[in-house]
T-cell receptor, first 110, second 113 residues
Framework: SQQGEEDPQALSIQEGENATMNCSYK?????LQWYRQNSGRGLVHLIL?????REKHSGRLRVTLDTSKKSSSLLITASRAADTASYFC??????????FGRGTSLIVHP | DTAVSQTPKYLVTQMGNDKSIKCEQN?????MYWYKQDSKKFLKIMFS???????INETVPNRFSPKSPDKAHLNLHINSLELGDSAVYFC????????????FGPGTRLLVL
């Protein structure tokens, strides 16, 4: 089974609202990454958080990591229609084999 | 300038045919990957090469054979295509294995009829 599992599978919000998506994983990790995939495109890297970090920010993105719970969350504040995409977490499972979840599909209504 | 490029973008072919997908990165990265994304968006790693050497080979049928002529290129050859091979195939690269950011190509949409 895959390492990372995103939750929820789908999220629909209005522009201006915050969007929170979660990722749970099973084994210890060296780092965890979040990626965005627009429809019909490749994945684009958003943030990398290392196992010894608890929180990281990048613009309107905030990522937290709780290694005791083996979970991470991605918060997008003040969402825009352009944020509509699928969001994936990727972990290395401590073995340098990158594994992705199935993603959270986010729709932001204008 | 495209960092990771793949050709072709679309590939429609008959069952039983052999096809190749090419990938090139101009980022100077040491590691390249092939992923398969199914219709449910599940993204699964197939292969990884580091400096032209195979380092990851997940449970992929041996009909799939990666070839890395140099560290900037990682091609994927598929023999005897099957219906279940229909998917989007992504190439990616990173500087140091999966510890660092991966840069993805635009994907190749393969449809086997």
């Amino acid at each position: 089974s895959q390492q990372g599992e995103e939750d929820p599978q789908a999220l629909s919000i209005q522009e201006g609202e915050n969007a929170t998506m979660n990722c749970s994983y099973k084994t210890s990790i060296n780092n965890l990454q979040w990626y965005r995939q627009n429809s019909g495109r490749g994945l684009v890297h958003l943030i990398l958080i290392r196992s010894n970090e608890r929180e990281k920010h990048s613009g309107r993105l905030r990522v937290t990591l709780d290694t005791s719970k083996k979970s991470s969350s991605l918060l997008i504040t003040a969402s825009r229609a352009a944020d509509t995409a699928s969001y994936f977490c990727a972990t290395d499972g401590g073995s340098y084999i990158p594994t992705f979840g199935r993603g959270t599909s986010l729709i932001v209504h204008p | 300038d495209t960092a990771v490029s793949q050709t072709p973008k679309y590939l429609v072919t008959q069952m039983g045919n052999d096809k190749s997908i090419k990938c090139e990165q101009n980022l100077g990265h040491d590691t390249m990957y092939w992923y398969k994304q199914d219709s449910k968006k599940f993204l699964k790693i197939m292969f990884s090469y580091n400096n032209k050497e195979l380092i990851i080979n997940e449970t992929v049928p041996n009909r799939f054979s990666p070839k890395s002529p140099d560290k900037a290129h990682l091609n994927l050859h598929i023999n005897s295509l099957e219906l279940g091979d229909s998917a989007v195939y992504f190439c990616a690269s990173s500087q140091v294995r999966s510890q660092e950011t991966q840069y993805f190509g635009p994907g190749t949409r393969l449809l086997v009829l």
